[in-house]
């Protein structure tokens, strides 16, 4: 079992960054895949970004392609999520998702991640 803490949203103009961090505890986060997703209002939660185990492998949302890095520091049971050029419609509460029976960056529906965090708001002005 994998579980969350995510860190490093706020408040940002259209145009800037931010780097989201995700703790993850559990005894194994070296062998599990990792993912952000987000939840604007009114919307359901949607995918963003995944890792796998390594971190030699990761898979984006077509929204965020080419903006968002994702990246994991085993050593430290820490997944980052970079945002550039952030849009207003990036805003949304981002969570981090584990789950030990996921080891490959393939898995996008939320409904197939067991372990979430508890999530943290980013919010981007126009």
């Known amino acids: 079992q994998v579980q969350p803490v995510e860190s490093g949203g706020g408040l940002v103009q259209a145009g800037g960054s931010l780097r989201l961090t995700c703790e993850a505890s559990?005894?194994?986060?070296?062998?599990?895949?990792m993912g952000w997703f987000r939840q604007a209002p009114g919307k359901e939660r949607e995918f963003t970004a995944v890792?796998?185990?390594?971190?030699?492998?990761?898979y984006y949302a077509d929204s965020v392609k080419g903006r968002f890095t994702i990246s994991r520091d085993n050593a430290k049971n820490t997944v980052y999520l970079q945002m550039n050029n952030l849009k207003p419609e990036d805003t949304a509460v981002y969570y981090c998702?584990?789950?030990?029976?996921?080891?490959?960056?393939?898995?996008?529906?939320?409904?197939?991640?067991?372990?979430w965090g508890q999530g943290t708001q980013v919010t981007v002005s126009s």
């Open positions: 998702a584990g789950d030990g029976a996921i080891i490959e960056a393939t898995m996008t529906a939320p409904d197939e991640w067991e372990d």
């Open positions: 890792i796998n185990w390594s971190g030699d492998n990761t």
């Open positions: 559990g005894r194994s986060f070296s062998s599990y895949a």
